[in-house]
């Protein structure tokens, strides 16, 4: 058994966790301390960096202690550190990764540089073992992503590359979550308006208002979200002219969620049937939605894919800081970490290509 601490600060969630990988490889999350600033961002429609990276230095070290406090263990029983370095807002990863940094190297461990998305691949496993069936279709669908990749091996044993190898499939334009939150901020929602919209679905008619599903074509696992907000600005203008909007609002949220799930669904399946994956898994802030869970359940298996679809428990769809821990985890176990002097060379990097 060994313990890993946890540290993410790639957006606007300051969160660290104690983590503990047993011997049989499950993943128990022991603690999480999240601030979250959405509250903070709020006002401006989205995250503003520089708040961002303020509010992360001042919420970094009372996460830490809080983690280790409720996970009841002393820094020196620490296996290893683990933090975001990539992708992200460059000010924010920053706090967090001189966090990590100056801790591993007053305690003398290992250092564990993680990927995000890596990650959201991760959460899935968080207090939950499942006997995968590979290769699996993994979908990240979150705020700032709408990926596809087919995972070939379980996580401790992924390719240093796992991530630009394993890719089928993106967006073009917005991502998932986006689409959300632009339509979202069209209907006065606060921001990040996904679960407005999910919420305010139930009970909706979701094929009542026509809306555009982009890049039907069976040739390309690409998405595509950015006609979604234009096509839903003009059907409120339409509804605010004859007066029924607000009576309409659940139909219009169910009508979006339908044309944002479909578009999901259409190249998840795709995706799946072309690469011969028998399970799929879906991580980030949108594999949170409810109707999307329920999509999925319902029609895999006329799909093909015969094992039931692999969700992260709810409270790790959005970031935190356990993924960050359990992907660090995976990652250590292949001897990816650096300890002593040569921590110190490691760097924040913004680009999601690194
Ligand atoms: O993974 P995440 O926390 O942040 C990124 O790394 O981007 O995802 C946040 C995204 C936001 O766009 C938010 O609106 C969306 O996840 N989201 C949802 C739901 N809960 C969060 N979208 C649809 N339905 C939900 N229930
Ligand atoms: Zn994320």
Request: glycine share 8%; aromatic share 6%; proline share 5%.
């Amino acid at each position: 058994m060994s313990l890993f601490l946890g540290i993410e600060t790639s957006c606007d969630e300051c969160s660290a966790s104690v983590v503990c990988k047993t011997a049989h490889g499950a993943i128990e999350v022991l603690s999480v301390a999240t601030f979250s600033q959405i509250h903070i961002h709020r006002p401006y429609g989205g995250v503003v960096p520089e708040i961002a990276s303020r509010n992360h230095l001042e919420s970094i070290n009372p996460m830490i202690d809080q983690a280790l406090q409720e996970a009841r263990i002393q820094p020196s029983a620490l296996e290893a550190i683990a933090v975001t370095n990539r992708p992200g807002l460059v000010g924010a990863l920053l706090v967090g990764v001189s966090a990590a940094k100056a801790m591993a190297y007053a305690l003398g461990k290992p250092l564990i540089p993680v990927h995000h998305l890596e990650g959201h691949a991760a959460s899935v496993f968080l207090d939950q073992k499942h006997e995968i069936q590979l290769p699996l279709l993994l979908a990240i669908v979150s705020g700032g992503h709408t990926n596809l990749y087919v995972m070939r091996e379980t996580p401790d044993h992924w390719p240093k590359d796992f991530l630009q190898r394993s890719l089928i499939g993106r967006s073009r334009d917005d991502a998932a979550g986006e689409a959300f939150d632009k339509t979202a901020k069209i209907l006065g929602f606060p921001y990040p308006g996904g679960e407005w919209i999910d919420k305010k679905a139930r009970g909706g008619d979701p094929s009542a208002i026509p809306l555009p599903r982009a890049l039907p074509q069976k040739n390309t696992l690409d998405f595509s979200f950015s006609g979604l907000k234009t096509a839903v600005a003009l059907q409120v203008e339409k509804l605010k002219k004859a007066g029924t909007l607000e009576q309409k609002i659940s139909d219009l949220c169910a009508s979006i969620q339908e044309a944002i799930v479909d578009a999901l669904l259409t190249k998840i399946f795709l995706g799946a049937r072309e690469n011969g994956c028998k399970s799929v898994a879906i991580v980030g802030g949108v594999a949170a939605n409810s109707r999307l869970r329920e999509r999925l359940s319902l029609e895999h298996r006329a799909h093909g894919i015969t094992q039931e679809p692999l969700f992260p428990k709810l409270a790790y769809c959005t970031d935190n800081a356990a993924m960050i821990a359990a992907a660090g985890a995976f990652r250590f176990s292949q001897g990816h970490w650096i300890r002593g002097t040569e921590l110190l060379t490691l760097n924040a990097v913004a680009n999601p290509n690194h």
